[in-house]
Structures are given as structure tokens and as C-alpha cells.
């Protein structure tokens, strides 16, 4: 169960880095393309867009990897201490349903696409490869929820001042991986973490 | 009947420890399910319209830009400069911080970046300049809450795409609050440590700091010079900031290794990552309620309870100030900026300037108790206890209401630099 979170963690952070190189690049050549030659590069903010679903879809993986998603906590105090794991579970399973019916609604909505045969405007890309990422997104935070459910041990720590910190609570499924840079040596990205929620 | 049993759903999900986007998702299946055409996939499809907009690119490619910033060496840089412009000024060290917050602000985009980007550097040479525990919390705590308010400000930006206001007018109808909320900050600064100084000018320090931050210093000239000058738009100005942030960061300061950035890259998309699902299922639950109409009923009903635009905003700020205190900005801006724009629209409320007063106020959230971020992370950075951190920010919230309502009810300060173009 660890070596899957662990492929499907990297894979989603590496997704999400070239989608990041992808928009800055494609952006920033139709700029220089528009100052030096008078046109625009057809099909640049598109190609953008495509990174943007990317990394929004893709994102929600690494922010699940890394207890990075918003929770209120008002009612955290009501459960008590003795079932407080099995709540735990209950809740992993509860999210892992939410994204797997979630998965299931995208899925369909791939198919339609696929069916009618839609296409981006200027590109002429298949829809349905991008609606795509919606799909594969949910699916694998499913995944993720299900083994959360499973084994509580694998699940991240959602702690927001050992984050704001910037204390290193890394992947906890691949202690090894260099994509992992959640050190304390990094403001930032602590404010960043911070911030998210 | 079913309105209880959606609060009842939302309860329950809430005791099951379930994040915002499960909860703004189960309400987007349940309206569509239950109020709608029986058609839940609707929500799904909302989540691609949402996420597959050009007008959002600039949000991933500013948080991107101002990670890469914070990561590397700009803010130390530029705290450097303020210090050695700011000596010789009584309570100078104070100015030199909000100032820095400011400067900072104008190339990150958020508030806790800013915190800690700057506090992390000031809050030392503060108490070691002997300013008191107190005020070097509190102003830095606010000063980092400028970072929403100058442009570019992501919280701006998610106010212009769910309301359709124009998020150039908005950034620009930013800087006139934000230069009253330093001015406030620095007075308050002034007169509180009127007697501590530094030194008198330093003509070899000032033009070492100059020449060590003349690459961060034109970031935010190039970022707004090239909006408001045509060259190019809010989400190309976001990609040239990220390239940009790197060519300095990693050419020219030598600051940040390709490893780094990787780290740095991998962080923004967990930030996107959470805020994102966020964006579209509150998307959703908008398209819904926009067919429905019922902002429009709405609007129609309080219309005629609510009486003029003075008792307007003071519900309004009440409500948000209320909300900031417990919902994080993004959130809070997605529910409510679509139910309270066309309300302030109708009583004649221009939408850019409610926008700025929207953000102004949930930005004091930042440093409200229970859920205020700037509290949590300066507890963090500066290793001292929640009572501490929030008595120390007590001042500066009483500063920003007062120049929350000085934004509030003289709108030109935020619409003047969009009326003189």
C-alpha cells in the first residue's frame, strides 16, 4: 500500500511541475512573440490552460499527500478520545466515497465528451483527454482515502503550526523522493502550506 | 424540509472531519439532486467550466512567483534597502518593517508569504533595536496582511472572477487603501517609538543596499508597468513574473538551485491543490444559485429593508468582519462576494471599490482569533504563545478598523487611480 501512495504521490508531483513549466513558458513565449514579431503565438494560453488543469487537478493529490486541505476543526472537540480512531477511519472512508462518486460523475462526463466528440477551440484537442485529468485526479485521491482507511499509520498529519513552520513533515511515504522540500529551512513555502488552509 | 436536511448533511460531514471541498462538494450533488433537475453530474461538469478558465491562470502563476521570491533572497534584499532609507527617521526600524511588508506585498500576492518572509528577518532587528515584543508582532502581523490588499493580490483576483469585476481596475483600485493602511501603520509606529533611532544616514550602507537589491526592486514596476502600460495582461503579467522570479533568483542572485526550485514548484501545487477544488465546487454551488436567481431575490427582498448605502456597508462589514473571523479569505470571498456585489451594485455601491472593501475587512481576519493565519504563523516564526501573539495584534486591529472605515465610506481612495486613467 506505501509503494502505491509513494508511485501515485511522485507521479502527481512531477505532473504538476512540467504543467507549472508549461503554463510559465507558453504564457511568456506569446509575449515575447507579440513585442517582437507583432503576433501572438496561436494556441499559447490554451496550451496554458491545459497545464492549469494540471496542476489544479493534480494539485489536490500533493495537498492530500501532505494534509494541506482546509478543514474546519469546530467540532473536533465533540468526539471523544476513544473512538477517536475509528472516527479517523470513518473519515478517510467517507472522502475516499466523496471522490470515488466524484470519479464516477467525471467518468461519465469523459464518455459524453467522447461520444459527441467535442474539441478545444483552437487546438482542436479532444475534450475528453483533459476532462481526463478530472477523472484520474479523483480516482487516485480515492485510492489514496481507501488505503488512508485502511492503515491510519500512512495517512499525513494535518498539524497547521509544525506546517507554518515549516518543520519537515515531508511525504511520509517517501522520506527519499527530492521532490519532498518541506524543510525548515523554507519560509515560504511554510507561509504557502499556511496559507492554504 | 430539505434545506434542514442539507444544514444537516453539513453537520454531519463537519463531525466526520471532512475537508471544505467535500462539503462544497456534497452541497453542489445535493442542490443539483434535490432543487435542480435531478441531474448531480451537473456539479461535475461545473468543476471543469471552473477550473478550465483563462481568467484564473494568473492565480497559480503568482503563487508560483511569490514562493520563488520568498524562497530566495528578494525580501532579505529589500529589507535591507527600507533599514538604511528609514535610519535616520525617529521609530525608523518600525517604519522600515511595514514599509518592507509593503514592498513585499507588491510581488507576493498573499499574506502569510509576507509575514514571514519579512518577519522572519525584521522581528529580530527589531527587538534587538529594542522596540517592544508587543509592537514588533503586532506590525509585522499586520503589515503581512498588506500582502492581500497591494496588487498583485490573489484573494483580488478570485473577488474578479466570481463577481465578473474587472480584476486590472481591481488591482489598481487596491493601492490607494493599502498607502493608507501603511500610513496609519507608520504613524502609529512613529508616534509609539518616537524616541528610538538608529543612526543618522549611512551614504556607503545605503548605496551597498541599493546595488544589492537593484534586481528586486523593479519586479513590481515590471509587473504593473506592463499591465497598466499595455504590454501585456494580469495572467501574462503572472508568467512574467515567474520567469522573472527565476532569471533573478537563479542567474543573477545565484540564491536558488534547480532543486530548490523543484521544492518550491511542488509547494505552490499543494497550495492549488486545496484552494482549487474550493474554487470549483463554490463555482458550482454559484451557477446553481445564479439559475435559480436567487441573488436576485435576494438583492430584491433586502432591498427594501436595508436603507441607503451607510447602513449597507455597516451590515456588510459587520457580516464580513463576523465571517473573517471563522472562514479563511479565499472561502469567504467565493460564498459571499456573488450574494453581497449585486446587493452593494444596487444601492449603488461601485462593485470595484466593494471589492476592496471586501478584501480590506476579511483581511483583518488574518488577525482575529480563533482561525486568524497570521496569528497561527507568527506563533510559529516567532516561537511565543497564541495570548501573547493575539494581545500584541489587539492595536493594529483597532488601526485597520479605522482605516477599514476610512476606506469604506471615502471611495475615492480606491477608485482614484481608475477614475485618473
Known amino acids: 500500500m506505501s509503494a502505491v501512495l509513494s508511485f501515485i504521490g511522485r507521479t502527481e508531483r512531477w505532473i504538476t511541475i512540467a504543467a507549472f513549466a508549461l503554463m510559465a513558458l507558453s504564457l511568456m513565449a506569446d509575449v515575447v512573440s507579440r513585442r517582437l514579431f507583432m503576433t501572438g503565438l496561436i494556441g499559447a494560453t490554451e496550451v496554458a490552460v491545459i497545464g492549469m488543469v494540471a496542476v489544479s487537478m493534480f494539485g489536490i493529490g500533493v495537498a492530500t499527500d501532505e494534509g494541506g486541505h482546509l478543514r474546519p476543526r469546530l467540532f473536533d472537540a465533540l468526539i471523544p478520545k476513544s473512538i477517536d480512531e475509528?472516527?479517523?477511519?470513518?473519515?478517510?472512508?467517507?472522502t475516499g466515497l466523496f471522490f470515488a462518486l466524484f470519479a464516477g460523475l467525471a467518468g461519465f462526463m469523459v464518455l459524453q465528451s467522447v461520444v459527441l466528440g467535442d474539441r478545444t477551440e483552437i487546438l482542436r484537442a479532444p475534450i475528453w483527454t483533459l476532462q481526463a485529468m478530472i477523472?484520474?485526479?479523483?480516482?487516485?485521491?480515492?485510492?489514496?482515502?481507501?488505503?488512508?482507511a485502511a492503515r491510519p499509520d500512512l495517512k499525513p498529519g494535518e498539524d497547521l503550526e509544525t506546517s507554518a513552520a515549516g518543520a519537515a513533515d515531508g511525504d511520509p511515504h517517501d522520506p527519499h523522493d527530492p521532490g519532498?522540500?518541506?524543510?525548515?529551512?523554507?519560509?515560504?513555502?511554510?507561509?504557502?502550506?499556511?496559507?492554504?488552509? | 424540509m430539505e434545506m434542514w436536511l442539507l444544514v444537516g448533511l453539513i453537520v454531519l460531514l463537519m463531525v466526520l472531519r471532512q475537508p471544505v471541498l467535500v462539503l462544497l462538494g456534497c452541497a453542489a450533488l445535493f442542490v443539483y439532486s434535490v432543487w435542480g433537475d435531478g441531474r448531480p453530474e451537473y456539479a461535475v461538469y461545473d468543476v471543469w467550466f471552473a477550473v478550465n478558465q483563462e481568467v484564473l491562470l494568473a492565480i497559480p502563476l503568482f503563487v508560483l512567483a511569490g514562493a520563488i521570491m520568498s524562497k530566495g533572497t528578494i525580501a532579505e534584499r529589500i529589507i535591507n534597502l527600507m533599514r538604511e532609507v528609514t535610519r535616520p527617521i525617529p521609530g525608523g526600524?518600525?517604519?522600515a518593517a511595514v514599509l518592507s511588508c509593503a514592498g513585499f506585498a507588491a510581488i507576493s500576492g498573499s499574506a502569510a508569504v509576507t509575514l514571514l518572509a519579512v518577519g522572519g528577518i525584521m522581528y529580530k532587528a527589531l527587538i534587538e533595536g529594542g522596540y517592544t515584543k508587543s509592537f514588533a508582532i503586532g506590525a509585522l502581523c499586520s503589515g503581512g496582511v498588506l500582502g492581500i490588499i497591494i496588487p498583485p493580490s490573489i484573494p483580488l483576483i478570485l473577488y474578479g472572477y466570481i463577481t465578473?469585476?474587472?480584476?486590472?481596475?481591481?488591482?489598481?483600485?487596491?493601492?490607494?487603501?493599502?498607502m493608507v493602511l501603511v500610513a496609519i501603520f507608520a504613524a502609529y509606529g512613529f508616534i509609539l517609538n518616537f524616541k528610538r533611532r538608529e543612526g543618522g544616514w549611512r551614504i556607503s550602507g545605503f548605496l551597498y543596499a541599493l546595488r544589492r537589491s537593484i534586481f528586486a526592486l523593479p519586479i513590481p514596476l515590471i509587473i504593473l508597468g506592463?499591465?497598466?502600460?499595455?504590454?501585456?495582461?494580469?495572467?501574462?503579467a503572472a508568467a512574467v513574473a515567474v520567469v522573472v522570479a527565476v532569471f533573478v533568483e537563479v542567474v543573477l542572485h545565484r540564491d536558488l538551485s534547480m532543486t530548490d526550485l523543484k521544492g518550491v514548484t511542488v509547494e505552490s501545487s499543494k497550495l492549488l491543490g486545496s484552494l482549487y477544488p474550493v474554487l470549483a465546487f463554490a463555482f458550482?454551488?454559484?451557477?446553481?444559485?445564479?439559475a435559480e436567481g436567487v441573488p436576485q431575490s435576494l438583492v430584491a427582498q433586502l432591498n427594501g429593508v436595508i436603507d441607503?448605502?451607510?447602513?449597507?456597508?455597516?451590515?456588510?462589514?459587520?457580516?464580513?468582519?463576523?465571517?473573517?473571523?471563522?472562514?479563511?479569505v479565499g472561502s469567504a470571498t467565493l460564498v459571499l462576494a456573488p450574494l453581497l456585489q449585486p446587493l452593494a451594485e444596487a444601492q449603488g455601491i461601485d462593485p470595484v471599490h466593494f471589492g476592496i472593501v471586501m478584501i480590506v475587512n476579511l483581511g483583518i481576519g488574518y488577525l482575529t482569533p480563533p482561525l486568524g493565519l497570521n496569528l497561527i504563523v507568527a506563533m510559529a516564526a516567532f516561537k511565543e504563545g497564541f495570548w501573547t501573539v493575539t494581545k500584541a495584534v489587539l492595536p493594529f486591529i483597532g488601526l485597520m478598523f479605522a482605516g477599514l472605515m476610512v476606506i469604506a465610506f471615502v471611495p475615492e481612495i480606491a477608485l482614484m487611480f481608475i477614475d485618473s486613467r
Open chain 1, 86 to 94: 475509528l472516527v479517523d477511519r470513518l473519515a478517510s472512508a467517507v
Open chain 2, 308 to 328: 441607503g448605502k451607510v447602513e449597507f456597508m455597516l451590515m456588510a462589514n459587520a457580516l464580513l468582519l463576523v465571517v473573517g473571523m471563522v472562514i479563511d
Open chain 2, 164 to 178: 465578473q469585476v474587472s480584476i486590472a481596475q481591481l488591482f489598481l483600485a487596491g493601492i490607494g487603501p493599502a
Open chain 1, 135 to 148: 477523472f484520474l485526479a479523483f480516482a487516485t485521491n480515492a485510492v489514496r482515502f481507501f488505503i488512508y
Open chain 2, 284 to 290: 458550482a454551488l454559484n451557477v446553481f444559485l445564479t
Open chain 1, 180 to 197: 519532498n522540500h518541506n524543510t525548515p529551512s523554507e519560509p515560504g513555502a511554510a507561509a504557502q502550506s499556511a496559507e492554504s488552509r
Open chain 2, 93 to 95: 526600524l518600525a517604519l
Open chain 2, 226 to 236: 506592463g499591465i497598466y502600460g499595455g504590454i501585456f495582461t494580469v495572467t501574462e
